[in-house]
């Protein structure tokens, strides 16, 4: 039987910033994957990997299924802490997108953009389910991609919002932040001379700090009324945080779950525990947005779950083909 002519569509991260959707349809497409998921529409499994001889290094494996949006594909994702230091990036990811008819590869494009961006898409869901109505005090906890990506998306998501204070590890890198982002929207920047500037008083806070065992947040910082959205999951905030917060809810409970015992086993964490009632975002979306009890302080986990990078993904290659992005690449 002869053989078709299999090819796909290569994607660098310009051809992917070129194609995305825009930022408030970015959101959209991530809630949406969020629904189908609490619907049950979603096939994601708990991300697998491998741990290189590097120092706290991975390499992991991220297949989704979508239903609802048929979108089929993978992403895989390294971590490099200190390849900064040798002039590269600590994270590389790529994504792979499959035709959801035939099975066949389609589509292989750079993943750290699309990384950054559902990451901070799904904080900002988060947020739309479990923040106040009208936030207007934004604090960061970290000012690298993540960051940048979260201010962004949660102004997007919040026009409200009319502070943002910033904390991170040098005074240069944060006054840095403020400088480049003081122009591209209608907030006021605050860099934060200590971690607890940038939570206490705040509406939401979202931390995206690199992962050490020892906490850098702390309950007793958490200010009635905030939701506090943590990347560095588990081990940015104190394990009294996990005991106190009034709401905790996750992207994945398995992840999170997995996570916690990995802290106690061998990060450093032995006391800690997550909390006894747990729900995630999936099922919150689902259930339709509901009034925050005021004074509800709540903690978010994004584990990140490849269902919101292979959805975005799939639009993403839907929209440079129309536009005839990118570049053919013939595989046999």
């Known amino acids: 039987m002869a053989q078709h002519e299999l090819s796909l569509l290569f994607l660098d991260q310009d051809a992917v910033e ?5 930022l408030a349809e970015t ?16 096939d994601v499994p708990v991300k697998i990997g491998v741990r290189p001889d590097y120092p706290r290094s991975f390499l992991h494996a991220m297949p989704a299924w979508v239903d609802g949006r048929r979108a089929l594909g ?7 802490p200190g390849n900064f230091d040798r002039g590269l990036h600590d994270s590389s990811a790529v994504i792979l997108v499959y035709d959801a008819d035939t099975g066949q590869p389609a589509c292989f494009m750079e993943g750290l953009w699309i990384t950054f961006v559902r990451t901070a898409a799904c904080a900002a869901v988060a947020a739309r389910y479990l923040a106040g109505p009208e ?7 970290g000012c690298g991609g993540l960051g940048h990506w979260s201010l962004k998306t949660m102004a997007e998501a919040f026009p409200s919002l009319e502070e943002v204070h910033v904390a991170s590890r040098t005074p240069e890198s944060r006054e ?13 920047l605050h860099p934060a001379a200590d971690n607890r500037d940038a939570v206490a008083g705040m509406d939401i806070v979202v931390s995206s700090t690199p992962h050490r065992p020892e906490p850098r947040l702390f309950s007793d910082w958490l200010s009635p009324g905030t939701t506090a959205i943590s990347f560095d999951y588990p081990y940015c905030w104190d394990d009294e945080t996990y005991r106190s917060v009034d709401r905790f809810a996750t992207d994945s409970d398995a992840a999170i779950q997995r ?3 990995i802290a106690r086993e061998s990060g450093g964490r032995p006391d800690f525990a997550l909390p006894a009632e747990r729900v995630e975002l999936g099922s919150l979306v689902h259930a339709g947005r509901q009034e925050k009890p005021p004074g509800e302080r709540v903690l978010v986990t994004v584990t990140g779950l490849a269902s919101t990078d292979v959805a975005l993904a799939s639009e993403i290659y839907r929209r440079a083909q129309d536009r005839q992005l990118g570049k053919r690449l013939r595989l046999r």
């Not at 959101?27 to 979603?42: A, P």
């Not at 936030?135 to 906890?141: C, S």
């Open 18 to 22: 070129a194609a995305a959707p825009p």
């Open 27 to 42: 959101i959209d497409i991530v809630e949406d994957t969020f629904r189908l998921d609490g619907e049950g529409r979603v």
């Open 74 to 80: 993978a992403k895989a994702v390294t971590y490099y």
């Open 135 to 141: 936030p207007k005090r934004l604090g960061l906890v």
């Open 176 to 188: 840095a932040f403020c400088a480049r982002m003081a122009g591209q929207g209608q907030w006021r």
């Open 259 to 261: 996570a916690a015992r």
